[in-house]
């Protein structure tokens, strides 16, 4: 890795360090604004809010961003397609169809859900990759998009029926705030819930950053470089998967992450996975710290954290395909 690079990751972790810092301090109590850190030496009050609530759901956010950072350029490489996210192939509906139908099954918040949720989230993967190989229309980009949008509106359907037969006041809330994302409720305990998969997923992304290298080629080269392009490729989405169907299970729909952020590491670091993942990642966790901040303090009422996140995501993704720099060029 160049020495460019190393300071552009060096300045853009000292960045996230900073942002993290004072989202922490960042809220409503005991007045909108920034809480003074002394503050927190004479008022318990103080000490719960930031303790008890802010940080677990500010390192909440900095897993889930990663998580749909690394995934999402994960996917973008593995396919060579800079318009691909789990979103798109289905995975994120999936899982919060698996969430919610655990939840109308009444297994509530916990190890059930986030389960339902990821075997949800690769059914909706295997489908998209399915139906994008029978698909007779276009080119394989388009075949992968459509099968994407047909997969995700099917589970999108699905979402919806089991919101109209869920119970309006004790399973319909739980499912609305999924669909429409937020980390109001993480705390604690569902923190602990959540870091296990996601840390997983991660470092398995991490560990497979030069494998994705080798399947963003075409198929035959990869080969004749020594990969096993359907194994490891199966293996790799079904490990960024792992981490969106727990982040999905504990935040609930947050799109537009996954396809945004990958874009803007590539023009930080370039497409190489070995530097693009990593930074994608860090650049997740970034965003969404933001968002969640600007969430729960913009307006006296916390706005939805996919709406927030899919707003920013929107404007910046304009940028790029106005600039013309979505193409993934190795």
Known sequence: MGSNKALRILLLLGLFVAVCGAALFLGRYPAPGFLPPFALRDDPIARAVVFGSRMPRILGAVLIGASLGGAGAAFQLVFANPLVEPGFLGVSQGAAFGAALSMILGAGLGPLTALSAFVFALIALLISSILARKFRYGGSVLRLVLAGISVSAVFSAGIAIIK???????????????????????????????????????????????????????????????????????????????????????????????????????????????????????????????????????????????????????????????????????
């Open 164 to 330: 109209y037969t869920a119970d309006p006041l004790s399973q319909l809330p739980d499912i609305t705030y999924w669909t429409l994302g937020g980390l109001s409720g993480l705390n604690w305990t569902s923190f602990r819930l959540l870091a296990p998969s996601v840390i997983v997923s991660l470092l398995l992304l991490l560990l497979l950053r030069r494998r994705i290298d080798l399947l963003s080629l075409d198929d035959e080269v990869a080969r004749s470089l020594g990969a096993r392009p359907e194994a490891e490729r199966a293996f790799i989405l079904a490990s960024a998967a792992l981490g969106v169907a727990a982040s999905v299970a504990a935040s609930g729909v947050v799109s537009w992450a996954g396809l945004v952020v990958p874009h803007v590491a590539r023009a930080i670091v370039g497409a190489d996975a070995r530097a693009s993942v990593p930074v994608s990642m860090i650049l997740g966790a970034l965003f969404l710290v933001v968002c969640d901040a600007a969430a729960r303090t913009m307006f006296a009422g916390e706005l939805p954290l996919g709406a927030t996140v899919s707003a920013l995501g929107a404007f910046v993704f304009v940028g790029f395909l106005a600039s013309g720099r979505t193409r993934i060029i190795r």
